[in-house]
Nanobody
Framework: QVQLVESGGGLVQAGGSLRLSCAAS????????MGWYRQAPGKQRELVAS???????NYQDSVKGRFTIIRDGAKNTVYLQMNSLKPEDTAVYLC???????????????WGQGTQVTVSS
């Protein structure tokens, strides 16, 4: 069974920092890309940051210069370091991974359960 387990959310004041972690486990052959999405109440899910298997990052414009996505290939883990947090960053953050799994080398998109990030003003 392949799964993504997230941790690191919480409540922080504006200007503060949080670090999210997402670890993939199970019958993983390879991880093609990993990323973080977020969804605020009443809003659509949006991509925050992603990183390819080669380590090339991509960021949403609103988080550039504040958030950093880091991938540890040896641990099948991706981190999102969030600095200078703003109230508008408040959302449920979800980890996503595009992975090749199992003995049949099938490729699927996986999601974590989500972790709440709340930034108070």
């Amino acid at each position: 069974q392949v799964q993504l387990v997230e941790s690191g959310g919480g409540l922080v004041q504006a200007g503060g920092s949080l670090r999210l972690s997402c670890a993939a486990s199970g019958s993983i052959v390879s991880i093609n890309a990993m990323g973080w999405y977020r969804q605020a109440p009443g809003k659509q899910r949006e991509l925050v940051a992603s990183i390819t298997s080669r380590g090339n990052p991509n960021y949403q414009d609103s988080v550039k210069g504040r958030f950093t996505i880091i991938r540890d290939g040896a641990k099948n883990t991706v981190y999102l370091q969030m600095n200078s947090l703003k109230p508008e960053d408040t959302a449920v953050y979800l980890c996503n991974a595009d992975m090749t799994v199992g003995s049949w080398y099938e490729r699927y998109d996986y999601w974590g359960q989500g972790t709440q990030v709340t930034v108070s003003s």
